[in-house]
């Protein structure tokens, strides 16, 4: 065997490798985060997994070789996404799992290119959407009616009202992600993409750990009540949701096809789905099934249109319940 062929098996292993950590921990994130909220307060559970995380990253791209200071533009576009992708969009998720399932929840944050596509021709004028993105816009939301709808009366204990909180906060948090996300495309940012996470992600934590010290949770906090569980499950949210998942994701945007990368769009709601019901034991009904299908149809017909054209600069946001935005070709978001 050749010098030349054990590089290129080597080179699809780690290939195979990173798409499945792309799969596998960022579709398992939105159980951990319900697993991880039983027994720590939602908003400074976030706030604290996001601080740790950001300051791994940051540290890691200061004493990378190609370390750029950043500049004082830089801290207030890391601050305004930051809150709108951390406070707004994983808040909003991490919130809505007191009311609805974690599967529920994945399927909804699913929505976010539909945001992004109606943002960027409302915000930036991009023109209007072609027949074929315009498609996908309407079954979307038909397949977000259809969830909404669909959803088995014993999948919370809050009842109605507490399924439209809940639904309510999800898609609020994918619009605040979506206004997060084309918001940093147009403002300046750091050369690296682990610098421009790192420093989002220490901004939005602030938020977080705001908005939770107002709401009274650090008053509320009783650490001996804290369960296991719910330590190991932020730990790997840390770890294994944003900086292994986070690693992966970056090295596949320079070693992989974007179309190829996109496809955690469709499979990440799966996994989640997946786990949330062989897990945790959450209830799915067929009207749920088929809105699940009906949405990742829509995203597809979407992201159809985006592959037609290679050549776009924009840059790129990464999947919401690890990392915010960083640098490269275009893509929708997760949690």
């Excluded at 009842?159 to 996300?181: F, K």
């Amino acid at each position: 065997m050749t010098q030349a062929t054990l590089a290129n098996k080597k080179n699809l292993i780690v290939l195979i490798a990173a798409f499945a950590a792309v799969y596998v921990f960022w579709g398992s994130t939105y159980l951990a985060v319900k697993y991880s909220i039983q027994t720590l307060p939602p908003f400074l559970m976030a706030g604290a997994r996001f601080l740790i995380a950001g300051s791994i990253l940051f540290a890691w791209a200061r004493f990378s070789k190609d370390y750029e200071r950043p500049k004082k533009e830089h801290w207030k576009t890391a601050f305004v996404v930051g809150t709108f992708l951390l406070l707004g969009g994983n808040g909003g998720v991490v919130l809505a799992q007191h009311y609805i399932s974690s599967s529920l929840s994945a399927l909804l944050v699913a929505t976010e290119p539909l945001w992004i596509v109606l943002l960027s021709w409302l915000w930036l004028r991009t023109g209007r959407p072609n027949w074929k993105v315009a498609l996908g816009l309407l079954v979307g939301f038909i397949g977000v009616w259809m969830l909404i709808g669909g959803q088995p009366a014993s999948a919370n204990s809050a009842g109605g009202y507490g399924q439209l909180i809940g639904t309510l906060a999800v898609i609020g948090g994918a619009l605040s992600w979506a206004t997060g996300s084309i918001y940093g495309l147009k403002s300046p940012t750091p050369k690296s993409s682990i610098m421009t996470a790192g420093m989002q992600m220490i901004a939005g934590s602030v938020s977080l750990l705001l908005v939770g010290v107002i709401r009274g949770e650090w008053s509320r906090f009783d650490p001996a009540a804290v369960s296991s569980n719910s330590v190991y499950a932020l730990l790997y949210l840390i770890v294994f949701g944003s900086l292994i998942g986070f690693t992966a994701y970056s090295w596949l945007l320079k070693n992989a096809q974007p179309s190829m990368v996109a496809t955690y769009a469709y499979v990440n709601p799966v996994i989640a789905v997946f786990l949330g019901w062989s897990i945790a034991g959450e209830s799915l009904s067929a009207q749920m099934l088929i809105g699940a299908f009906i949405i990742v149809v829509s995203v597809a017909l979407i992201t159809a249109n985006k592959k037609a054209k290679p050549d776009d600069d924009d840059e790129i946001h990464i999947h919401r319940s690890n990392t915010p935005a960083g640098c490269g070709k275009p893509a929708t978001a997760s949690i």
